[in-house]
C-alpha cells in the first residue's frame, strides 16, 4: 500500500508512557477507600475516559453512579499530580517522530484526556511542539471510541481520513480510529490488551521494521 499522507499518534500509553502514572494514580484512589487496583481493573479502564471512565469506575468501587464524576475528578487530581513529576516517551516514539517528520510527513495527535494532562505529559515528555496539531478529550463533544476526535484531527491536518494512519494501543482509540475511516495500527502497551479485531495490524512496538514499513520508511 501507499505511504500515508498524514500519521495520526494516540498519547497515552502509545506516545508517552503515560499510562504507568494513571496506574499510580487509580491504585491510590482504590487504596483510599480500602480496595484494591487489580490488572483486570486496567485493562477494563484502558483507553476510556470522560462519562464512560466515571461508571466504571463507580462500578468497581461499588459506588453509586451519580458519584462516578467525583470519583474521575478525583482520579484526575492524583493524574495530575504523578505528571507534574515528568514522563518519558515510550521506546521508539522520538525516533519514529523524527523520521517521520524528515521524510515531510504530517504528524497528529489525538487523545483521550483533557488537555491540561496532554499538554502537561508533552512538555515533561519533551514532545511540545512536536506535533503539527494535537487534540484532547475537552476540544470535541465525543470522544474515543467515537470517531469524532480522529475526523478533527485529519481535518486540522488537512488529510482525508482513508490517506491517514492511526497509531493506537487500546481498543476504545482504535474503534474511534477505524470508525473515522483510517488505517489502524496497534502497538498495545498493557499487558492483555487485544487488538486484533479492532486494529487491521498489530505491531509489538514503535521501533518495529514493519511498522515502520506500513508508514512508508
Not at 492511526?166 to 487488538?195: F, N, Q
Request: hydrophobic share 50%; charged share 20%.
Amino acid at each position: 500500500m501507499p505511504a500515508p499522507a498524514a500519521v495520526v499518534f494516540d498519547n497515552d500509553g502509545l506516545t508517552l508512557d503515560t499510562e504507568i502514572v494513571w496506574t499510580r494514580g487509580e491504585v491510590t484512589l482504590f487504596a483510599r477507600r480500602g480496595l484494591e487496583f487489580t490488572a483486570e481493573h486496567k485493562l477494563e479502564l484502558v483507553g476510556s475516559a470522560g462519562p464512560i471512565a466515571a461508571a466504571k469506575l463507580a462500578a468497581m468501587l461499588g459506588a453509586p453512579p451519580a458519584d462516578g464524576m467525583a470519583i474521575l475528578a478525583e482520579l484526575h487530581a492524583l493524574v495530575q499530580q504523578e505528571l507534574e513529576l515528568g514522563c518519558e516517551p515510550m521506546p521508539g516514539a522520538v525516533a519514529l517522530i523524527e523520521a517521520l517528520r524528515g521524510a515531510g510527513t504530517p504528524i497528529g495527535l489525538c487523545s483521550n484526556s483533557p488537555r491540561r494532562f496532554v499538554d502537561l505529559a508533552l512538555a515533561g515528555g519533551g514532545l511540545a511542539g512536536a506535533f503539527a496539531t494535537t487534540l484532547a478529550a475537552d476540544d470535541v463533544e465525543r470522544g474515543k471510541p467515537d470517531p469524532e476526535p480522529y475526523l478533527a484531527v485529519c481535518a486540522a491536518l488537512g488529510v482525508a481520513p482513508e490517506r491517514c494512519v492511526a497509531l493506537e494501543d487500546s481498543p476504545t482509540g482504535c474503534a474511534s480510529a477505524r470508525a473515522a475511516g483510517l488505517r489502524v495500527l496497534g502497538v498495545p502497551s498493557v499487558a492483555g490488551v487485544r487488538l486484533d479485531d479492532v486494529a487491521h495490524e498489530l505491531h509489538e512496538s514503535l521501533h518495529a521494521p514493519a511498522l515502520w514499513a506500513t508508514l512508508g520508511l
